[in-house]
């Protein structure tokens, strides 16, 4: 951490922050320029302190040295994370496509939906039991009766599954039914769901918050692994952004830096991240071109009629042929699908 | 809700969306221009189901002409809300200052910063006992022991309290402790805590996300309303932008704009909003200027060596000073402090 | 356009909106719901008067129906335009790498680049002449000389040329010895060089602006083509946000909207739009997997000691290694490199 | 500026970075930390040769410590700068209101809104008669006939004016009719107008683009004052978020920080900065009360049928009802009026 002070600071102000410096145990490195002095503070994890210096008057600037996240990051373990969920990896070189309906509606559409994807190439059967809505008056999911139709579709298809919890209280119960249980981007900060799926052994898919800097996203991450959960998948599903034409912008560029700063699988969300039918399958190529390790996609057997989100669900046959020219550039690009 | 049909849709297709809005109960208004077709969908709360539409490959746009929530707009109730919280009211004519450490430290911080904030014209006394932080390794706030601090020297000096509620398990606890319980920014979307807070009685502040629009914060509020807690203090607190020199952007057109829309009392931040201490006082004075219902500002006996958020606490000297030329500008607005 | 009526709008008042619709040429269209009056305004470019309305205090709402473009929209014109400058096209089935050097500094650099650049694949060569700098010291540009090496270079290599127009007072003499001449972002809305560029009838490159709209993007293309000139190649570069880790936002999702919206070419510039030259490779591919006609890249002899933006150019290997993994993609994709 | 190292950097590369330091006539300053090395390069004016350091890959972060900007910073002049137009102060303790039609359209609508203006309290005269727009279907302002009118209308009540110049070529045209010449949101990275502007001596009121950083903002008064122009006046006028319900968000903030960080005036647009009538006096009394220098206001006798912007317009009972109320705020604060 460099600590930047103001010009005309005096020589009695440099040493009071020298001291504080000493006092936190850290090894002050003092630089005097023309205008301005700076003072380099050596040591682990200073920046854990940076709001200390923040508070002094003649500190005009603290620029941190290093990230503020360990255990995620590519410096504390260099090969990609691979995660097992029953016979599928997700991380390294796999490609692994997730999808169904947003909500569960009933054992019928979940099942249709389930084979349709498994017979194109999807591999993990998603669909929401419990589903945060912006209006308290929309379809809130059907809760635990969603979970039981995900586990035995699931099963029955030899699928592992993914579903969202919202609250920490739901942790257990739908660790139950789920393989791997999905935070959503709105509780991206919700601090103790983190934490309980962080005591949780259950992999974990952290959607990325519609505002989060990717420094955030991966700080999140680093609350479920510092609890000693390691199975963390990342999943950038857009950012809120002054664009209208789509709902939100998908950040693609997050997947290359991500991968560079975390080893961490990362998949995208498109039907959420545009929000528009027919941008899907374009991002969905252009997830897997920038490097994604896999897909979040949704899919409906008749999305003019899904009770949630239909405007960005695929229909079977969209979802097929999407599925097919992914492969076809997975292939050329060595990804294993 | 309006809906707008692609150029080209023929008679069926009009038909069967006709069709459709029947079937849920509403009446069309179909409306034939040169280039295209417009619908109108009329009835009460049509635009819950606004998905069903916007699943539709024939129509184009769905434009909703009533706002989505109910209970919480200016059409439902003309009057201010003024929320009484002991002797304090929150609403109406009345400007109200809340004010007090961004975390508890200990017993005497909390004490002495309460004594100041009294003195200086402070109504209501703020602390944070448990502490929403982007890194697991920051200071996580006292907890319980900070939530008895709380009531402890509110209850000595006859001010009541608010303090923040992040897990809707902490709901119970911290309303045994505080008067008014805050929702933070990161928690604007955790509905499943909307629903407990909505369900208490106690009053809630609840702040806006930090990238949630206007409409999308009036929402949140609704969630606790229609539990059947009327008892909603919002308030705005910066929303993030591309702009870096401030830690957030103060949206001041939030307070007349929620003003128009809504009964509900709103106050500002601008300690979290600015992140920069020296614009506290000037935007406090904005604020006022601006129609909020009152102010929620952080002080701390010595800023430099807070163990959260230092850097845009104020002391209790500056604190006193912003108070005094703030009391100016509310006498000759009319306004009772 | 459809107007929505505040809700207790009288009878006089809706005859008042009438009258002034008529007044307009327009055919009013009235449809009354229970809480609220919505008419539309039947006729063509109804849209271009919504101020009138807007300004009517009774008019709660203006909603357009139709877009405020016509000549550069998918409805004027079917099929993708084609634009042809030497050998080579731009737009269709065409795939187009333009590059070179963010700035021309002498002419051995551009030669050298240019000769890398043509053998790599790439079929334009880039260079700038006049710069745009955030800053009044930093190198503005060789100017006039610049131009001529670049008209020499590319004659040399029989390379087509791109080059920035900053003023409208270099329009003429720009077009004397580049092939395509370039709007850079911060002018795409620089209303007077767009009229002067709509009056030539050199093809246009035209860069998104870091926080327009696609709706906007389209509007300024659409002033060129409005003065006669529909040779315009529209390029995505990123878009501004509260993102830090990148330069800007690449938004590629606009890639698929301009392309459904629009006739014209879109090409995505991945080194102004993530400011990172590691993420230039995996964003190039996802720009191609995307849909887009074409990339714009940044290619210096040595980055390090460039005097503009070296680091997001690449150097001759990266950008030979990068453009063979592009060609494999290309071609199972089924686009002409 | 500060250069800091990526880890695993081996002493050669630090070496080769210190020759580059001193290449550059500058001095290094090294500092060597657990995990990473950082280096001071210490010497005037070093930030501007960042470019050179980002571009090599062993230097992972530059950090500047001086602003990029000196003649309009604080610390090049301490005392606020006041610039005299006519018998008009605009700076240091006056508060002045510029108001008059976004657009001129014709002389008598001009002459009546002069009259209220002046009469309410306005000191300078605002018109516009070349007009920046979204669309070229859209009236763009009557030219050099409405400049002509601005000047008749401001000599005969004795009001200074300000109009906006969009192209280089008008500046001198501008410069004979006008007394201030603004640069609108659009063309403030117009770099070769701000240069034309630079050479002029006339005062210029340059508005913050809606995607401009506080520091691009103040660069580009920089390019003015670098020319030798040092009369500039600054605007915030909005800035583009995420948020719909405001045409733009109005960045009060921007007031004490640039007041802070530079000796220029600087006053506030509240009606393109919200869009919306009726938070334009809420607002401006709030921009009063952040430290404002000034007002510009959109004012039209009928703005129901204004042909720019009536939507954004006060009519003049409106506009003489919020100067009052803002009198009565300046005076309190005492500012001069």
């Known amino acids: 951490m460099i600590l930047t002070l103001r010009p005309g600071t005096t020589q009695e102000g440099i040493q009071e922050v020298i001291k504080k410096i000493k006092e936190l145990g850290f090894t002050p490195h003092v ?8 003072i380099g503070v050596i040591g682990e994890n200073a920046i854990l302190h940076r709001e200390v210096f923040e508070a002094m008057f003649i500190v005009e600037a603290v620029t941190p040295i290093s990230k503020p996240y360990k255990l995620v990051s590519r410096d504390f373990k260099k090969e990609d994370t691979v995660i097992k969920v029953g016979k599928v990896e997700i991380g390294g070189n796999n490609f692994v496509v997730l999808a169904g309906p947003c909500a569960i509606e009933n054992r019928e559409q979940l ?34 009766e969603g979970l039981k139709y995900l586990a035995e579709v699931g099963k029955e298809l030899d699928m592992p599954t993914v579903t969202e919890a919202m609250d ?30 962080g005591r949780s052994k259950k992999p974990v898919l ?15 991450a680093e609350y479920i692994l510092s609890q000693g959960n390691y199975n963390v998948i990342l999943c950038e599903r857009g950012i809120r952004t002054f664009e209208e034409a789509t709902r939100f912008t998908l950040d693609l560029s997050a997947v290359p830096l991500v991968k560079e700063f975390s080893h961490l699988p990362i998949v995208v969300d498109p039907s959420h991240g545009t929000g528009r039918r027919n941008l899907i399958a374009p991002m969905s190529g252009a997830a897997l071109a920038a490097g994604s390790h896999g897909l979040m996609i949704e899919v409906h057997p008749k999305p003019e009629s899904a009770l949630s989100d239909g405007f960005q669900s695929l229909n079977f046959d969209e979802f097929t042929e999407m599925m097919s020219s992914i492969q076809v550039v997975a292939k050329v690009l060595g990804r294993r699908m």
């Open 111 to 144: 099942y249709q939906t389930a084979v349709a994807v498994r017979k194109a190439g999807g591999k993990v059967l998603r669909g929401g039991a419990f589903k945060p809505r912006t209006s308290p008056y929309s379809f809130q999911g059907l809760g635990g």
């Open 168 to 197: 920490p209280r739901q942790v257990e119960l739908v660790s139950q039914y789920a393989d791997i249980i999905q935070v959503g981007a709105r509780n991206m900060q919700n601090f103790d769901l983190l934490k309980e799926l």
């Open 31 to 38: 630089s005097t320029g023309k205008e301005r002095t700076v």
């Open 206 to 220: 952290l959607k990325r918050g519609m505002s989060a800097k990717i420094e955030e996203f991966l700080m999140s």
